[in-house]
């Protein structure tokens, strides 16, 4: 035996003495795919992922053994769950980058093993920024001040808190934190709001720390849904008149809904806010910028008050089948900070439908976003699902590999444009969950895989969702009670420009 063959069976020695235990010697055969949850049967990861571990769907308590196999490498692990070594798993995924890591799947039931049909995890020589970031909250109409915005290693299991809601809460005075937001996946170029106790706009640009009043009489309201230019200092967003109502009858739980919004425009540097649209008849939302930051896409749904009407909000709700929202985008001129007249990119209104929150692609060939039958905030329809355009062609389709029967809303690109992130809430219709899902040049969609965790059951036992989930390219290093000194201050008060 050469000396090769004899390193490479020394090392899967190795390797499945640091796992556990041998396969079973005696077992009956299924033609079935194993039941597993997470599902990571046949999916595509990066090859910079946190290990796969996942346990047996419908009895946890169930005994497996699972193997995985790539040329060179091989681990055995056993248990009533899959854990799997973290080193083990590195030299595993190496090994099978551009090509598939084999599983084979042992499950004992009333005291006899079954080998079920054996699955790839396909391992892609694109790899994901490491770090994401989303908003813990309970699924609750009334309770929300137990919410932090969080932030977790995507390469391994690490979660950290950004920032904590109850540092400024009291008891008689609660506070709420949302809309967090980056410039470029730049974890030191960021901001989110902070409403009710102390509230303002928490903005951190390149070591500087600041706490900003955007109120202004010449605006609808504070700024309230973000979107960096990619390069300049500035920020556009969405300001809102929002309310929210329940529904007795719709299997969609509640509605929350706008009777106005506008578009301004934010300069970090100088304090300054414009108006972009402020048209009384639009309801102007979800600001997002193309890659190389020359066009604003958003979207709009066309609205008229009577002009005897006494309540906006109820007669918003009386109609609120019938507001669908398009999608629209303005060019934008970087030199002279000016933004040209609005032209349709997307009319869902034709398809009878509603469309919201586009994301542009980083290489600027794809518009994600997120069609359900009516309104605005889709994450909160059951109906919802991803949609993706090609802004060559300008053909639309749904994702139909990412999507499920229950809601898909919030979604975001990586870096490289080669993975996309979303919130979904298919397996239970309450928690929304980030599933990751590899997009390729071509805009084909890979099956979606949930985020690994270290305990396989933990999203079955945590009672949170994960909202706004973002991509970033490292870790937030200002600390939870930095944030809370700079919002116990005064906010700065924004100066208005036409």
């Not at 009489?217 to 300001?239: K, Q």
């Amino acid at each position: 035996m050469s000396i090769r063959n004899i390193s490479l069976s020394l090392l899967l020695v190795l390797l499945l003495a640091a796992c556990g235990s041998g396969v079973p010697t005696e077992y009956n055969k299924s033609q079935q795919l194993p039941a597993i949850y997470p599902d990571y049967c046949g999916v595509t990861v990066p090859q910079n992922i946190a290990p796969l571990n996942f346990l047996c769907d419908g009895d946890a308590a169930k005994p497996m053994v699972a193997r995985f196999t790539t040329s060179n490498q091989q681990i055995v692990c056993s248990g009533n769950k899959i854990e799997i070594d973290a080193d083990d798993w590195r030299a595993l995924v190496a090994d099978a980058i551009g090509k598939a890591i084999k599983v084979e799947v042992f499950i004992k039931t009333d005291g006899e093993w079954t080998l079920y049909k054996p699955f790839n995890i396909y391992v892609s020589a694109d790899s994901i920024d490491p770090y994401i970031s989303y908003r813990l909250i309970s699924p609750s109409y009334v309770s929300y001040e137990e919410l932090t915005i969080s932030q977790r290693c995507l390469e391994n299991f690490s979660e950290s808190v950004i920032y904590d809601n109850m540092l400024c809460s009291t008891e008689l005075s609660g506070q709420c934190i949302n809309c967090h937001s980056y410039q470029q996946y730049n974890p030191q170029r960021m901001q989110f709001h902070a409403r009710q106790n102390l509230g303002g706009t928490v903005v951190a640009y390149d070591g500087k720390l600041r706490k900003i009043n955007m109120k202004h009489d010449s605006l609808l309201s504070a700024g309230v849904y973000p979107a960096w230019h990619p390069t300049l200092p500035l920020i556009v967003y969405s300001t809102n008149s929002t309310h929210q109502t329940f529904h007795t009858t719709d299997p969609n739980k509640i509605e929350v809904f706008d009777s106005a919004s506008d578009l301004i425009a934010y300069d970090v540097e100088h304090n300054r806010v414009v108006n972009i649209e402020n048209d009384s008849t639009e309801f102007e939302v979800f600001p997002a910028w193309s890659p190389d930051g020359t066009q604003l896409y958003y979207c709009s749904a066309h609205f008229e008050f009577p002009d005897s009407i006494q309540d906006k909000g109820l007669e918003v709700i009386t109609r609120s089948y019938s507001i669908k929202y398009n999608i629209y985008r303005k060019r934008f001129n970087p030199q002279t900070g000016e933004f040209s007249p609005r032209e349709l990119v997307f009319d869902a209104a034709a398809m009878d439908k509603s469309a919201t929150l586009p994301r542009v692609s980083p290489d600027g060939r794809f518009l994600m976003f997120t069609l359900a039958e009516y309104g605005v905030f889709h994450i909160w329809h059951r109906d919802a699902d991803l949609w993706m355009l090609d802004l060559r062609s300008m053909h639309a389709a749904p994702a139909k590999a990412l999507n499920s029967p229950d809601t898909e809303s919030y979604h975001s690109w990586s870096s490289n444009g080669r993975w996309v992130m979303f919130s979904s809430r298919r397996y239970d219709g309450n928690y929304t969950r980030p599933f990751f899902a590899h997009i390729d040049s071509k805009g084909r969609q890979s099956k979606p895989f949930e985020l690994p965790c270290a305990d396989p059951d933990y999203h079955r036992q945590f009672m949170k969702c994960y909202n706004v989930p973002e991509f970033m390219k490292g870790p937030v290093t200002i600390t939870p009670q930095q944030f809370a000194d700079v919002l116990k201050t005064d906010g700065e008060p924004v100066t208005y420009g036409k």
